[in-house]
């Protein structure tokens, strides 16, 4: 692996038909390859989350990030489609989980594809990445820091996505969890209660909390960026995804 | 973290985003992560006219601090004004 790659904007099929905007980054010169769907954080299809993407392409990956935002606001820039999709109260849980299967069988069916699949997301996509884990066969998934998978909101917030920690016993796939032990949403206390409920549902899971870490660590053009955690948290993806669906 | 707590109000009056121009109807007001502010929150407030698409918007995100002093600032302007004219 030479870290060669390519990067496109493409379009895939996601929740009920519909066709989204989709950026993908493949490896050059790898005869098989594993897949990860990338999940953006809640500022959007990104600029940041564009190099998240085509960092695990060039570590081996195809990697696919479907814009969540695409029908509340197409053509329109990452910025005003995230406060669009805001104003609308997020994305809906089963949409997230289409899109999400969308780009899973997208990926699988690539010229090189190992068939196996992961999933990653970061900030409200570490929630649907668990939700996406649950919902569909998954082959590894990654929570980066996902709120109000335990715990609901607070009081008066307009958000429309609940606690999902119940669906625990439908998770398909080994689950890493990685997140700031600063952080408020989720807390330490939350965490370990997710930590609970998997170990209770005797699901295969490993946890890591960063101290000095608080929410987007991994954020590195935002003052939440901590490159000791986010190097380690990096490390810990490829060793995870490395096991679970490498090449 | 991804509060989504959001203000939506009325508003009349105009606005100047990327495009020029034009007639704002609403405006929404959160806190949460910035799109570009160096700060892990701001207070936010969106100028919009929902019905001209999304990218007619006008952002802003300020600290706290500088947030309340705009509120500040805007209530001792109307205050001030000669009478009759707000």
Same mark, same amino acid.
């Given at each position: 692996?030479?870290? /060669?790659?390519?990067?496109?904007?493409?379009?895939?099929? *996601?929740?009920?038909?519909?066709?989204?905007?989709?950026?993908?980054?493949?490896?050059? *010169?790898?005869?098989? %390859?594993?897949?990860?769907?990338?999940?953006?954080?809640?500022?959007?299809?990104?600029?940041?989350? @564009?190099?998240?993407?085509?960092? %695990?392409?060039?570590?081996?990956?195809?990697?696919?990030?479907?814009?969540?935002?695409?029908?509340?606001?197409?053509?329109?820039?990452?910025?005003? /489609?995230?406060?669009?999709?805001?104003?609308?109260?997020?994305?809906?849980?089963?949409?997230?989980?289409?899109?999400?299967?969308? /780009?899973?069988?997208?990926?699988?069916?690539?010229?090189?594809?190992?068939?196996?699949?992961?999933?990653?997301?970061?900030?409200?996509?570490?929630?649907?990445? %668990?939700?996406?884990?649950?919902?569909?066969?998954?082959?590894?998934?990654?929570?980066?820091?996902?709120? %109000?998978?335990?715990?609901?909101?607070?009081?008066?917030?307009?958000? @429309?996505?609940?606690?999902?920690?119940?669906?625990?016993?439908?998770?398909?796939?080994?689950?890493? *969890?990685?997140? *700031?032990?600063?952080?408020?949403?989720?807390?330490?206390?939350?965490?370990?209660?997710?930590?609970?409920?998997?170990?209770?549902?005797?699901?295969?899971?490993?946890?890591?909390?960063?101290?000095?870490?608080?929410?987007?660590?991994?954020?590195?053009?935002?003052?939440?960026?901590?490159?000791?955690?986010?190097?380690?948290?990096?490390? @810990?993806?490829?060793?995870?995804?490395?096991?679970?669906?490498?090449? | 973290?991804?509060?989504?707590?959001?203000?939506?109000?009325?508003?009349?009056?105009?606005?100047?985003?990327?495009?020029?121009?034009?007639?704002?109807?609403?405006?929404?007001?959160?806190?949460?992560?910035?799109?570009?502010?160096?700060?892990?929150?701001?207070?936010?407030?969106?100028?919009?006219?929902?019905?001209?698409?999304?990218?007619?918007?006008?952002?802003?995100?300020?600290?706290?601090?500088?947030?309340?002093?705009?509120?500040?600032?805007?209530?001792?302007?109307?205050?001030?004004?000669?009478?009759?004219?707000?």
């Amino acid at each position: 692996m030479d870290g /060669a790659l390519i990067a496109e904007t493409i379009g895939i099929t *996601g929740h009920d038909g519909d066709e989204i905007e989709a950026y993908i980054a493949r490896p050059l *010169g790898q005869e098989s %390859f594993g897949n990860v769907v990338v999940i953006h954080h809640m500022p959007g299809y990104d600029g940041g989350t @564009k190099e998240i993407t085509r960092r %695990f392409a060039a570590h081996g990956y195809a990697a696919l990030m479907p814009n969540l935002y695409h029908r509340d606001a197409p053509g329109a820039s990452p910025d005003d /489609a995230a406060a669009a999709a805001r104003a609308k109260g997020g994305v809906p849980d089963e949409r997230l989980v289409g899109d999400v299967a969308g /780009a899973a069988a997208h990926l699988r069916a690539l010229d090189g594809s190992n068939g196996k699949v992961g999933v990653i997301g970061y900030c409200s996509g570490g929630r649907q990445s %668990f939700l996406a884990a649950c919902s569909l066969p998954l082959e590894a998934a990654v929570d980066c820091y996902g709120a %109000f998978v335990v715990g609901n909101p607070p009081e008066g917030m307009p958000l @429309k996505v609940g606690p999902i920690a119940h669906l625990a016993p439908s998770l398909s796939c080994p689950l890493l *969890g990685l997140f *700031g032990a600063d952080d408020q949403y989720p807390s330490p206390e939350q965490v370990d209660e997710l930590d609970k409920v998997l170990t209770e549902a005797g699901k295969e899971h490993e946890f890591h909390s960063y101290e000095g870490a608080g929410h987007a660590f991994f954020s590195v053009d935002r003052p939440a960026y901590r490159v000791e955690a986010a190097n380690d948290g990096w490390q @810990k993806i490829w060793d995870f995804f490395g096991r679970y669906l490498a090449g | 973290m991804c509060t989504y707590l959001t203000e939506k109000i009325e508003v009349a009056g105009s606005g100047k985003g990327a495009q020029g121009w034009f007639t704002l109807t609403d405006a929404t007001v959160y806190l949460d992560h910035p799109q570009h502010a160096p700060a892990e929150h701001t207070l936010n407030i969106d100028f919009l006219n929902p019905a001209s698409g999304p990218s007619a918007r006008v952002a802003v995100e300020l600290t706290a601090e500088s947030a309340r002093a705009l509120a500040r600032a805007i209530e001792a302007t109307l205050e001030s004004a000669p009478p009759g004219l707000v």
